[in-house]
């Protein structure tokens, strides 16, 4: 499929607004497009950094993203809560390759929920150090590195010894880092900034050993004598300071006025039609949910459907297929327990129109 071939989805949407499924919508709104706010690229920006941010951005930064840079350089902790693709990223890269490029000793490491969003993120990051080092030649390369449960023994001791940006995640800094912080204690004692991602997941019990997890790591680099700063992130939360604060145990300055653009964008919550009245059965999730992905497939629309088992997205996977009645690779599944190599071609197949039926707590 190529995404130059995508069609407009007023089709598919007025199929819910007053089509097939209008009579099974209960609630539907809609957000209102909206442009960008942009605010100059900061002055006290390392001038590498700065090169590289008005070849990118030649209109400058959203406001928001200008505001999390200061009060970053203020040394506050933060926390970012603006839209899904809002430039978040790009809150936390600035502050990091900043101090990084100031001195390339200082160390960070970013904590992202999946494996999918760890490789998106290193990806988008690798490629600002590049360019970093390609400009800033004769000085100590700059280096990022995944550490995770892929990353083979033989990689680890290099990692260890030389990286300055982590990518990894709260079970490896549990299980393969914290446990063996002596073996860390150069990157631990001069480590500068904690990212993390998607904080909301970090609630209930899971959210409880994590904060543990937290309390441990500060422990330990507080015995290192390092003190870095905090900058977490996410756009489903709907007390990011409360949150933050709580799970972190410091003081947080809060950054939620989102100054992105946004399209117009439908919101549908649909409830499947009853299909045996006297039991009160409904038409079940999985068939639903086919049914739905076949509209979107045939009229050529890129989707991702996310479930909350493994077992319903190969179930869902295999349906559409099925119902498709090809191979042709125009619909994956997205789950743990998928071999590295596996993932990595989906996730480099999603820009060229790969539609992923995926664990919510497994997609990116």
Not at 21 to 35: A, L
Not at 120 to 137: H, P, R, T, V, Y
Not at 247 to 254: H, Y
Request: net charge positive; glycine share 6%; aromatic share 10%.
């Amino acid at each position: 499929m190529n995404p130059k071939e995508f069609q407009s989805i007023q089709p598919i949407t007025q199929a819910f607004i007053n089509g097939k499924y209008s009579r099974d919508v209960v609630s539907h709104w809609i957000e209102v497009k909206r442009d960008a706010f942009f605010e100059d690229i900061p002055n006290d920006l390392h001038p590498i950094l700065k090169e590289i941010s008005y070849k990118q951005f030649p209109n400058g930064l959203f406001a928001h993203q200008v505001e999390s840079w200061n009060q970053v350089k203020s040394g506050k902790n933060v926390v970012i809560s603006t839209g899904t693709s809002s430039g978040k990223s790009l809150c936390y890269y600035l502050p990091v390759l900043d101090d990084l490029i100031r001195n390339n000793n200082s160390t960070s490491i970013l904590l992202f929920p999946t494996k999918a969003l760890t490789n998106d993120q290193f990806l988008k990051l690798n490629e600002s150090i590049k360019n970093i080092n390609s400009i800033a030649k004769g000085e100590k390369p700059l280096t990022a590195a995944i550490y995770d449960g892929d990353t083979s023994n033989s990689k680890r001791i290099a990692i260890r010894k030389s990286t300055n940006i982590l990518f990894s995640n709260p079970d490896m800094l549990h299980i393969g880092i914290l446990p063996h912080h002596t073996s860390w204690e150069g990157f631990l004692r001069n480590l500068k900034f904690i990212v993390i991602d998607e904080i909301h997941l970090y609630r209930g019990v899971f959210g409880s050993h994590f904060a543990n997890v937290i309390r441990r790591l500060k422990r330990i680099l507080h015995f290192y004598g390092s003190s870095p700063h905090f900058i977490l992130t996410s756009a489903t939360i709907s007390n990011p300071k409360e949150f933050a604060e709580k799970l972190i145990e410091e003081k947080f300055e809060i950054i939620n006025s989102d100054s992105s653009p946004k399209e117009e964008r439908h919101y549908f919550f649909l409830n499947p039609p009853v299909i045996d009245a006297e039991l009160g059965l409904r038409k079940g999730m999985i068939d639903q949910s086919v049914e739905i992905a076949d509209l979107l497939t045939r009229n050529n629309i890129q989707s991702i459907f996310f479930s909350r088992t493994r077992k319903t997205v190969e179930l869902t996977t295999k349906r559409l297929t099925d119902k498709l009645g090809s191979a042709d690779g125009s619909v994956h599944g997205y789950r743990s327990g998928y071999l590295p190599k596996e993932r990595r071609n989906i996730e480099a197949g999603l820009p060229q129109g790969i539609n992923k039926i995926c664990n919510f707590h497994q997609c990116a």
